[in-house]
């Protein structure tokens, strides 16, 4: 059995800088490292992180549970996903990625012992996965709610920022703000929708219209069911508050098509998406950008203080998005 | 130790049925699936993939390397990351993320035993990662190409799809064709950018021009400034194919900002992104889709077969983008 001392031996250097290599905890002169790693390679070391594993009960493997998103044309996806893997890897945890469409896909893997503890992304309200995962006995944070609000959860302070949006808004003089959302597809769907509704209802009622809702696929043809929407049954609307990002693009093809202008017809903001997607719209949208990496990073280290026993209370975290001024926010001039 | 026989005689059911419901080998009924994961929990049941690890001397974990996403606005890279995860499940394989900028986070990251093969993501021409995953002995397949063709690579067929665009344009009568690509940050870039430019500059040989090649940064801004490039430098031209898909929205604007239309003054074909970012823009891209989903299963397949001594050569696969005609290609109606 090789070890780190025969590694050092090797290449005439301490344990210590053997080390600082492996871990990546210090900077190592480039000449060293090369001969270290010459060292590593010649006597084909390795460190047996699965033998670490068996003699600690632990493998320092987070899972990252999410259903099929292969599809999805959700620029907020990919920062949840890389910043959970960069902050598993800041603490030395590896992240690895579970496809689970269905309950029995997460049984298989729950019951493999392969990983320490678990973050599910894309939590619906009520949520059979979370019970399995409080069945499992295996810890867990949630990037989302159910509606059980004791779990560990990290989410989008949705109630902050529609207030702010609707805030922002009137400050333009608008009064008939309508709120786009994403349809469910079977099942009472993500627990953000729920949230955002109850927000919008609690923002508008000191103007006293009536609610509009419309709730659209979250792909570029459920924009522009939306633009529909909002011309030909609410044309006294003069604003949209969308969450929805899949959607925002059809949107605002759909009201130019119909020959209105945004902003003067129609002002739009774009909530819990990112500025790089507002940038490529036409005319580039006004958004409130979703802190996605952030609290996929504040969720792993939720998880790994569980794990490593940190002595805290499961973290109930909500953040808002940022408002990002764009041009699609502007005083109504429609004549 | 609790074992699989000890489950099956909790749960009254046969020990085969407990391996369907923790393989997901074939449907189970619900109410025995309950039963069987209730006994699962009771008597604290795991699977020791640990042990099965340290006796068999493979983890069944493979790494996916790739460099920072966080902030690309790529719709592509999703599906990469989304493909090769569920082609790791299909196959009884597990997918870790590891974020590497640099060389010293890969020596830390192979030397610990943790996986027992590689992909890697965005490949550069000349890559120190590939040497030294070369140099590792862990085995590995790649995303993308270097100089060195004798690695194991699956790839876009960059030289097929650049005909195919060409040959589309040319169909609408366009002579003058540029072509937009990424600006390489530091060191010799990614090898696509050298294949898609010599295969641009063989496809409009037959038309005799000069070749107008415009790289730019892959955000709007350097959308916009390819806009400025192609109207003031190079206004002969009336076709432009862009292989920067996070330049394709800023390219659109700044064209239409510049007074021009799209496709009359100038026809556009993005290549290598997704018809979803085509459909967003305006007017409706005509894009060249990349295999996205598929290449990065075929590397997963291809790195799981070397690994289980399935006896083929190693995979060298090329697929081209598949066309998706929207309605930024016309004929030339310029005055």
């Known amino acids: 059995m090789v070890t780190m001392r025969d590694v050092a031996a090797r290449a005439n250097v301490s344990i210590a800088t053997v080390s600082f290599v492996l871990n990546g905890t210090k900077r190592v002169a480039p000449e060293t490292r090369a001969r270290i790693e010459a060292a590593i390679q010649e006597l084909n070391y390795r460190r ?3 033998a670490r594993a068996l003699a600690s009960s632990r493998t320092r493997i987070l899972a990252l549970l999410h259903p099929d ?20 890897r800041e603490r030395g945890y590896d992240l690895v990625l579970w496809p689970v469409n269905d309950d029995e896909q997460m049984s298989h893997l729950l019951a493999g012992g392969l990983v320490d503890g678990a973050l599910l992304m894309e939590v619906q309200i009520r949520d059979s996965r979370v019970e399995r995962l409080v069945a499992s006995g295996i810890p867990f944070a949630l990037i989302g709610r159910t509606e059980n609000d004791d779990l560990p959860y990290v989410d989008i302070d949705f109630a902050t920022t529609i207030h702010e949006a609707v805030a922002h808004l009137r400050s333009y003089g608008h009064e008939r703000i309508a709120l786009i959302t994403d349809r469910a597809r079977g099942g009472p769907g993500p627990g953000r929708i729920m949230r955002v509704e109850s927000a919008y209802r609690e923002a508008i009622a ?9 709730a659209v696929d979250s792909t570029s043809a459920g924009g522009r069911e939306a633009a529909r929407a909002l011309c030909e049954e609410h044309p006294g609307c003069t604003a949209a508050i969308l969450v929805n990002e899949g959607a925002s693009a059809g949107l605002a093809k759909g009201i130019r098509a119909a020959g209105r202008a945004i902003p003067g017809d129609l002002s739009i903001i774009s909530a819990s998406t990112t500025r790089e997607l507002g940038e490529m719209i036409e005319p580039e949208l006004t958004v409130m950008a979703a802190p996605a990496a952030e609290l996929a990073r504040l969720a792993v280290d939720a998880l790994i203080d569980q794990l490593e026993g940190v002595p805290d209370a499961p973290p109930h975290t909500l953040i808002p998005c940022t408002l ?10 429609r004549s």
């Open 69 to 88: 998103l292969e599809s999805r044309a959700n620029a907020t996806v990919i920062q949840f996903v890389m910043g959970a893997a960069h902050g598993a």
């Open 48 to 50: 047996n992180v699965v």
């Open 324 to 333: 990002v001024p764009g041009e699609s926010v502007g005083p109504v001039t």
């Open 206 to 214: 000191p103007l006293g219209g009536q609610p509009v809702i419309i």
